[in-house]
């Protein structure tokens, strides 16, 4: 039962160029979050999405950031046009549906970015 | 605003004894509270997690304990292995449901000494 997917795993733009960060969910699950964790920092949610829908985008940054979840395919995190200041890790997590309680989010292994 | 905190930035602990990892939050609105374990260049893994009904939860070696009136949780594991050392994360959620965002402290380095 393979875990969340993330590619690329490392990513280096230039400031300017357009960043693509995918995530593949785990099998079943059908609820996707992506937070960034800037150097020394802890992780910061940015956006919560089910297939075709963007459910909280409360820590997006206004411009520049985009995130979907397709009917078919992975999340796409994109950062357009990048800044220095984008450089960070960022990681995807999934969870199931759930109807009482809670249930976990699982992590995959993050997208290191690093803009030159 | 850092609604949820961890003010020991690292901790190092002798194998066998007890590591004792702290967080304290701010919103009254959270109500599950979770513990993540990260290595260097992984992602964060789950450990063990409480409802705010609850006071205390042990898997294992893990007790969470919560303190609702005083806002603030704790992580022990006893005993202390080599294995343990890496960044812990406290994180928390506001909701009734599973399907919320998770806010984070800034981790703890725990480092075990052989």
């Known amino acids: 039962n393979a875990g969340v997917m993330q590619n690329p795993r490392h990513l280096v733009r230039r400031r300017g160029q357009e960043a693509r960060l995918r995530c593949s969910p785990m099998k079943g699950h059908s609820h996707v979050y992506w937070y960034r964790q800037l150097p020394e920092e802890g992780l910061k949610f940015m956006v919560y999405?089910?297939?075709?829908?963007?459910?909280?985008e409360s820590g997006m940054p206004k411009e520049r950031f985009s995130a979907e979840f397709p009917k078919e395919g992975p999340s796409i995190l994109r950062i357009q046009q990048v800044v220095r200041g984008d450089s960070a890790a960022y990681f995807c997590a999934s969870s199931r549906t759930v109807t009482s309680g809670w249930y976990e989010q699982y992590f995959g292994p993050g997208t290191r970015l690093t803009v030159t | 605003d850092q609604q949820v905190k961890q003010n020991s930035p690292s901790l190092s602990v002798q194998e066998g004894r007890i590591s004792i990892l702290n967080c304290d939050y701010t919103?009254?609105?959270?109500?599950?509270f979770l513990w993540y374990k990260k290595y260097p260049a992984e992602g964060p893994t789950f450990l063990i997690s409480?409802?705010?009904?609850?006071d205390k939860n042990e898997d294992g070696r893990f007790t969470v304990f919560l303190n609702k009136s005083a806002k603030h949780l704790s992580l022990h594991i006893v005993p202390s292995q080599p294995g343990d050392s890496a960044v812990y994360f406290c994180?928390?959620?506001?909701?009734?449901?599973?399907?919320?965002?998770?806010?984070f402290g800034t981790g703890t380095r725990l480092t075990i000494i052989p």
């Open positions: 409480i409802s705010s009904i609850k």
């Open positions: 919103n009254s609105m959270f109500d599950y």
């Open positions: 994180a928390a959620s506001a909701g009734n449901f599973g399907n919320e965002k998770l806010t």
């Open positions: 999405l089910q297939k075709e829908n963007i459910i909280d």
